[in-house]
């Protein structure tokens, strides 16, 4: 069975302030792994997809990079716009499923 | 402009009276998916469908049904609905070349 697992739930920082979210996972067969971000009682926006081992992409403050056993969300000298829930998912090569994360909660304080 | 449309954006419904949630996105995709977002669990994908006529479940399919005739459209139906399926709902469909996945803005649903 697929996983994915976020971490830290929440975070707290100061504008300014640059911090890494986390995502382990397991899956059978990766055929991508994705980024969101979803701001309260909205549907998650698109970030990033990240394919294989060693892929980075930038999104202005953003930077998500992959392994074959976690991803990283960078955040650099984050703004309070920034602040939202960071979602993480993971595609099955095999079957197409899509298996979510529990997210990260970011805080920016002005 | 690309996107998912999803009605209606809120119900309220009582126990086993039978309803659709519609979703439609304009931009070709063939796969599409309905989750539910529960405080604590995050998205669970309930169903999904990766061309006209294809679908499969996902990791909660109990308690629902869903369609898929036309490319555009994929409906989510509940044939008798009970309190544990009140929740946040999301259709969502994804792009082919580019991974992309869009969400449409979400159905909120009680059931009492």
């Known amino acids: ?110 | 402009e690309a996107q998912v449309t999803q009605n209606p954006r809120y119900l309220i419904t009582v126990t086993g009276k039978k309803l659709t949630v519609t979703c439609s996105q304009n931009m070709n995709h063939e796969y599409m998916s309905w989750y539910r977002q529960d405080p604590g669990l995050g998205l669970r994908q309930i169903y999904y469908s990766m061309n006209v006529e294809v679908t499969d479940k996902g990791d909660v399919p109990e308690g629902y049904k869903v369609s898929r005739k036309e490319k555009r459209n994929f409906p989510l139906i509940l044939e008798s609905p009970s309190p544990n399926q009140t929740s946040l709902y999301f259709c969502a469909s994804l792009s082919g070349s580019g991974h992309e996945q869009y969400f449409g803005p979400g159905t909120r649903l009680t059931v009492t």
């Open chain 1, 1 to 110: 069975e697929d996983q994915v697992t976020q971490s830290p739930e929440a975070l707290r920082l100061q504008e300014g302030e640059s911090s890494s979210l986390n995502c382990s996972y397991t899956v059978s067969g990766l055929r991508g792994l994705f980024w969101y971000r979803q701001d309260p009682g909205k549907g998650p926006e698109f970030l990033f997809t990240l394919y294989s081992a060693g892929e980075e992409k930038e999104k202005e403050r953003l930077k998500a990079t992959l392994t074959k056993k976690e991803s990283f969300l960078h955040i650099t000298a984050p703004k309070p716009e920034d602040s939202a829930t960071y979602l993480c998912a993971v595609q099955n090569f095999g079957n197409e499923k899509l298996t979510f994360g529990t997210g990260t909660r970011l805080t920016i304080i002005p």
